[in-house]
């Protein structure tokens, strides 16, 4: 079946540590997102790549990193300069800039 | 940037009401989709819909592009249909915005 692939469900991050959500997708979807959501709000983006090998910075990238080397990767990382990481993280993705997204199951990660 | 509000924020219903779900948006648009987030924090696609209307079985959706605004409509809810209904839009190369949601609750 195609779609987009969140791992783990589950993530707890100890004080300090950087850690890394993976999205995978098998919809040869040229464009690929990550949002966050705290509890009770509305999605904010973090990150967002168009194609391979490029990436912008969204409303809320400061704490995070992700790289796009492959179409179909597009993973995120939060560091330790990311104070308060406690939230749901969804990954999307689109055909292109202008087109449906579709999203994965989303990670919720929590500090220790 | 491009301002989106939903209302209204909280609706609750009986099993077998109808109910109208407003988004309205501060620029014109080239993309307007309405998600259905579960319980379970699933975020699921309903329609894609910049302009015009669109049916799905109990749901369909209306795009007034001119007037910079979109209903979606849930006829015969069931509690099935409970979550939060998000609104987002972008607009030229902007990133897809999104409204704080409409949380529906319905009750057998």
């Known amino acids: 079946d195609g779609g987009i692939t969140q791992s783990p469900k589950y993530l707890f991050r100890k004080e300090g540590q950087n850690v890394t959500l993976s999205c995978e997708q098998n919809?040869?979807?040229?464009?690929m997102y990550w949002y966050r959501q705290d509890p009770g709000q509305g999605l904010r983006l973090i990150y967002y790549?168009?194609?391979?090998?490029?990436?912008q910075k969204g409303d809320i990238a400061e704490g995070y990193s992700v790289s796009r080397e492959k179409k179909e990767s597009f993973p995120l990382t939060v560091t330790s300069a990311q104070k308060n990481p406690t939230a749901f993280y969804l990954c999307?993705?689109?055909?292109?800039?202008?087109?449906?997204?579709?999203f994965g199951d989303g990670t919720r990660l929590s500090i220790l | 940037g491009i301002q989106v509000e939903q209302s209204p924020p909280d609706l609750i219903l009986q099993e077998g009401a109808n109910s109208t779900l407003r988004c309205n948006f501060s620029d014109s648009v080239n993309n307007l989709q309405w998600f259905h987030q579960n319980p379970w924090g699933q975020l699921i696609n309903l329609f894609y819909i910049p302009s015009g209307t669109k049916q799905n079985g109990r749901l369909s959706a209306t795009t007034v592009a001119t007037e910079r605004y979109s209903l979606l409509y849930i006829s015969s809810s069931q509690t099935t249909d409970s979550g939060v209904y998000f609104c987002a839009v972008n607009s030229g190369n902007t990133p897809l915005v999104f409204g704080k949601g409409t949380r529906l609750s319905v009750i057998a």
């Open positions: 999307a993705s689109s055909l292109s800039w202008d087109q449906p997204q579709h």
């Open positions: 790549s168009q194609i391979v090998n490029d990436f």
């Open positions: 919809l040869n979807h040229d464009a």
